[in-house]
């Protein structure tokens, strides 16, 4: 298997959802002061179902920002299999994830949807 096989097993688009501060999900505007990037870079990259043409360094930053690791993604797979043991409706009763307030709502529908396909289809 190599890196970026591994890597894919938790792309941008779930770390994006698992990206947290304070309890609640991570605000655009906290991952944009966390990684320096433009609005475009952090967009792409966090929309991205793969880290298929993402740079290693641009891999380090976004996991750093979002407070994951290379290291915890297994910790991180097996967290998301115990949300999703009753049905993918258990990704959506992540406590970060409960309160979204409106303007972080249709963002986390969006999330969400990336995710369960990706669940859906490993």
């Known amino acids: 298997m190599t890196l ?11 770390c994006r959802l698992l990206a947290k501060a ?10 944009l002061r966390q990684t320096r990037w433009s609005k475009e ?12 043409g ?18 915890t993604q297994r910790r991180q797979l097996w967290l998301l299999k115990i949300a999703t043991e ?6 959506r ?6 309160k979204p ?6 963002r986390v529908l969006r999330l969400l949807k990336r995710t369960e396909e990706i669940l859906k289809n490993q």
């Open 93 to 98: 009763r992540m406590h970060h994830l409960r």
């Open 41 to 52: 870079k952090l967009r792409r990259i966090a929309e991205s179902r793969t880290w298929d």
């Open 54 to 71: 993402i740079s290693v360094k641009d891999v380090d930053v976004f996991l750093v920002a979002c407070g994951l690791t290379w290291s």
């Open 101 to 106: 307030v409106a303007q972080k709502a249709g």
């Open 86 to 91: 009753k049905g993918l409706e258990g990704i």
């Open 22 to 31: 304070d309890g609640e999900l991570m605000t655009d505007a906290q991952l």
């Open 4 to 14: 970026a096989q591994k890597l894919d097993r938790l792309p941008p688009c779930i």
